[in-house]
């Protein structure tokens, strides 16, 4: 019995021995798989942010360009102006004012899509199975077209003489064309209208897995409609709400097509004043610090979701 307690102990070592050795084995070939895309995310995104923040603290060209002496004017042209005549230092009130105008409208814009995308996701998600890709089919048909080409046709109804204004003239509700376009207004519409699918897609994707008998046992319960949104829905699509934000904010913030047609190149946002610097301006470090300047809000809006929904998370838990 000794002996066969011994043997049977160096079996159950070696075993063991062989699944972690296998485990090791698996890990590896798993980071060699993954090493091609790895390298290639390196070099193809970390890669252009190193480029641009070594820009950012050089001198500008004469023409565009960089001359290789460390400069610090970049970033100070971000925040502050000196006046050519005495120079006193004063806020960039312009790009303070793009900053404002780039994040409100972003944030406008991630309200309106939710607002209008959450009763979409929710129909979808109430029909039948043959049906819901019927509809998810119809939601992701602007993805078949060219950010450009969406963008002009909501031009087209927007303009003066567009779709909106021929209406509204014909049903005699205004004597003249509102004046839409070229205004923060029309830069709002546009991007509800490119981005709508990026947050209905998410939201679909949560309101899929509910269980819908909560909803009814909700009811059972006397809960008013508010409340049942309120407490039960809201709560267990909170995921699918935190991602369609994020997939709307963050292009928004950064929107350069949507804005420069729409807003006429009267209302810029951040990604217009970064093409502007590297264009016209021939400013290339202030283009550089502006685009650090946006990744930094950016990653800072992701951290405020992320840490909002892990609180949830953990309220919810607890």
């Known amino acids: 019995m000794g002996k066969s307690a011994v043997a049977a102990d160096k079996d159950a070592t070696s075993g063991a021995l062989a699944g972690e050795e296998a485990r090791r084995r698996d890990i590896q070939n798993r980071w060699l798989l993954a090493t091609p895309a790895l390298v290639i995310i390196l070099f193809a995104a970390l890669g252009p942010l190193l480029i641009m923040l070594v820009y950012s603290f050089l001198q500008k060209g004469l023409y565009g360009g960089v001359i290789w002496n460390f400069s610090g004017q970049g970033w100070f042209d971000v925040f502050l102006s000196k006046d050519i005549f005495d120079d006193t230092i004063s806020f960039a009130d312009a790009h303070m004012l793009i900053f404002w105008r780039s994040i409100k409208l972003s944030l406008i814009t991630t309200i309106a899509t939710l607002l209008l995308g959450f009763p979409t996701a ?6 039948s199975p043959k049906w819901r890709g019927v509809f998810l089919f119809l939601v992701t048909i602007p993805f078949w077209t060219n950010l450009l080409i969406r963008t ?17 003239l014909k049903l005699g509700l205004i004597s003249s064309p509102i004046q839409i376009m070229f205004t923060d207004t029309a ?15 998410p939201l679909y994707a949560s309101m899929e897995r509910l269980d819908f008998r909560l909803v009814e046992a909700g009811y059972d319960l006397y809960a008013t409609r508010l409340q049942v949104l309120r407490r039960i829905i809201i709560p267990l699509v909170k995921p699918g709400i935190i991602a369609g934000s994020i997939l709307v904010f963050v292009p928004s ?28 301006g021939r400013n290339w470090p202030l283009g550089a610090a502006l685009s650090i300047t946006l990744l930094v809000i950016v990653m800072v ?7 909002n929904a892990s609180k949830s998370g953990v309220k919810s838990h607890g």
């Open 122 to 127: 929710y129909f979808i998600a109430t029909r």
């Open 301 to 307: 809006a992701l951290l405020f979701y992320v840490r």
């Open 152 to 168: 002009f046709a909501i031009q087209e109804v927007i303009k003066n003489e567009g779709l909106l204004n021929i209406v509204l």
């Open 253 to 280: 913030l950064g929107a350069y097509v949507t804005p420069r047609i729409l807003g006429g190149g009267k209302k810029m946002m951040l990604g217009n004043l970064i093409e502007l610097q590297f264009g016209q």
């Open 187 to 201: 830069i709002l519409l546009g991007m509800a209208y490119v981005y709508l699918p990026l947050m209905v897609l």
